[in-house]
C-alpha cells in the first residue's frame, strides 16, 4: 500500500543517519502489508512468488485460457504479465520487475482483498459472513476468492473501470441449498462472484478474456438480472443471449 511505503521511506531517511546507509536499505524498498516481492520474476522462475504473481495477473492472459495458478512461470504467465503490464502503461516484457509490481500494490489492500472488492462484499454467505461450512476448508475458500477478486479487478478495468459489485460470492453448503444451489456449487469453494453493475452482455463477452472458466448470464437459465463468473477447470460458459 503507498501509505505503507511512504512511512517505509521516510523510517530509511530518519535511520541513515544513525545506524547507517547499509542498515537503512535493508529493509524491502517496496514492501507491502499482503505480500511483496524479494525480486524480479521471468520465464523459468518457479515457487511461491510466482503463484502470487500469477493469482494478480491470471486476468490479462486475454486470449480465453483459464491459466492454472502452479508457481511455474512459463509461457501462460509471460503473456499474462504482458497484458497486466500493457493494461498499467508498462514496458510489455513480460519480466516482473519493480514497475509491475508497484502496479500490483496499488490494487492490493493490507488484508489482500483488492482494491475494488471487499471481504465482506464476497463473503455475504446468505448474511452469516465468514468461510466456514464450505466445500474446501476456510483456508483454501478465501485463496479461491483472493483469485476471484483479482480477476474482477482485471474485468472491472476491462470495462473501462466500470464500478461493478458482488451480489454473492461464497456461500456455505447450507447457504448454497437456500437459494436453490445444489449444496456443492462453485460458490462453496469460492471460487464464484455474481456480479452487476454494467451492461450484463458486456460484461460477459469481456469475462472471456478474463481468466475465467465459468461465465453464466443471460439466456442462461436465473441468470437474467447478473454475470456469473468462477475459476473452474474445464471451462463452461453460457450467456447465449450474449452469443457467449
Known sequence: MPRLRAALAALALTTTGIVGVGAATSAPAHADECYSWSGSLAEGASGPEVAELQTRVAGWIGDGTNMAI?????????????GFQSAHGLAADGVAGQATFEAIYELQNADCSTAHFSWAEVSQNCGAGGFAGGSVDEATVKENLERSMWRAEALRQRLGNHPLTVTDGFRSASCDVAVGGSGSGQHTYGNALDLVGHDFCSMAQTATTTGYGGILGPGFPDHDDHVHVDLRSPSYWSAPSCGV
Open 70 to 82: 502452479d508457481g511455474q512461470f512459463g509461457p501462460q504467465t509471460t503473456r499474462a504479465v504482458q
